[in-house]
């Protein structure tokens, strides 16, 4: 199996907590869903989705190329990526700011929100940045090709990401209101991302295997 199933039940778990944290992606389609009405919300979180895709497939055709080059690259790539995680834990640790507030946008026809979503995905260094910390951990080269293994594991984060995002987008406006004033939930969501990144980091810092 290119993917083992203990992998994948590490895996699925781990980017559901992270794709139900709030971020830019997230709070731009609460914006449009604001604004513009449900219909907007649901094109912005679809146009997130397309963005992430091809970060995704750039990031493994990258990878691949790299690792066939230079089969070491795994192996500091990956602890690259442990020190990202354990940066994000602090970061999230750290941050108390309004993280829920929702993402100041114009309002948009549903095609126009899907092509800002597909903008916004695109022009965030972050999220490629994460794709290439989170992703490689969870990939093998001695399980075969190492392009097939990073676009599976892409496409299940992706589908998380979409499902959550297009619940914001689709419910945004009694959803906005509620984030809005949890100064609570928003702390909340802070502490627990930055417990999962700090357990993951650990994980494959001592599990080579992960």
Not at 15 to 30: Q, R, V
Not at 53 to 69: C, F, K
Request: charged residues 10%.
């Amino acid at each position: 199996m290119l993917i083992p199933i203990e992998i994948l039940l590490i895996f699925i778990p781990t980017a559901l907590a992270l794709n139900m944290t709030p971020g830019n992606d997230m709070l731009f389609c609460l914006g449009q869903g604001i604004k513009s009405g449900p219909r907007a919300g649901l094109a912005a979180s679809f146009g997130i989705a397309t963005g992430a895709m091809i970060h995704t497939l750039l990031a493994g055709l990258g990878l691949a190329a790299m690792v066939a080059a230079h089969p070491v690259a795994l192996e500091i790539l990956r602890w690259a990526g442990i020190g990202y995680l354990v940066w994000l834990a602090i970061q999230s640790f750290r941050d108390r700011g309004d993280v829920l507030k929702p993402t100041k946008t114009a309002p948009a026809t549903a095609m126009k929100a899907w092509g800002d979503g597909i903008v916004v995905n695109l022009l965030n260094p972050k999220i490629i940045v994460f794709v290439l910390a989170f992703i490689p951990q969870f990939v093998d080269p001695g399980r075969g090709s190492v392009l097939a293994q990073f676009l599976i594991l892409g496409v299940i984060l992706n589908i998380g990401g979409t499902i959550i995002n297009c619940l914001v987008g689709g419910f945004a406006g009694k959803l906005g209101q509620f984030l809005s004033r949890s100064a609570r939930l928003a702390r909340a969501f802070q502490i627990f991302t930055g417990c999962v990144f700090l357990a993951l980091a650990a994980r494959l810092a001592f599990d080579r295997r992960a």
